[in-house]
């Protein structure tokens, strides 16, 4: 298994730019994704990225996020452009074995979250 740790969280005014990190424990082969909660809401998929480097985004952040990794790190990023208030939440990374990102079920593994607040 593997342990996921977030960095990068913070506030920002609306229009403003964040990278979150995710630091993964030991390398593997993974599918890797970023999820977000907002209090009163379902968690969402916000972006992942498969072994093969496809990569699928939500439409509300399409355009604006990019999801990539550093193998070298073994870290998995987030770049949030054009932050909307829209955008607060407890941000996620999660990691799932294999080559391929799960459709139907959960991710395997989970980070504690990072904190983004962005003020209008």
């Known amino acids: 298994q593997v342990q996921l740790v977030e960095s990068g969280g913070g506030s920002v005014q609306a229009g403003g730019s964040l990278r979150l990190s995710c630091a993964a424990s030991?390398?593997?082969?993974?599918?890797m994704g970023w999820f977000r909660q907002a209090p009163g809401k379902e968690r969402e998929r916000v972006a992942t990225?498969?072994?093969?480097?496809?990569?699928t985004y939500a439409d509300s952040v399409k355009g604006r996020f990019s999801i990539s990794r550093d193998n070298t790190k073994n870290t998995l990023y987030l770049q949030m452009n054009s932050l909307k208030p829209e955008d607060t939440a407890m941000y996620y990374c999660?990691?799932?074995?294999?080559?391929?990102?799960?459709?139907?079920?959960?991710?395997?593994?989970w980070g504690q979250g990072t904190q983004v607040t962005v003020s209008s």
């Open positions: 990225r498969d072994t093969a480097g496809s990569t």
């Open positions: 999660a990691a799932d074995p294999g080559d391929y990102c799960p459709v139907y079920r959960q991710f395997s593994y």
């Open positions: 030991r390398y593997g082969t993974y599918c």
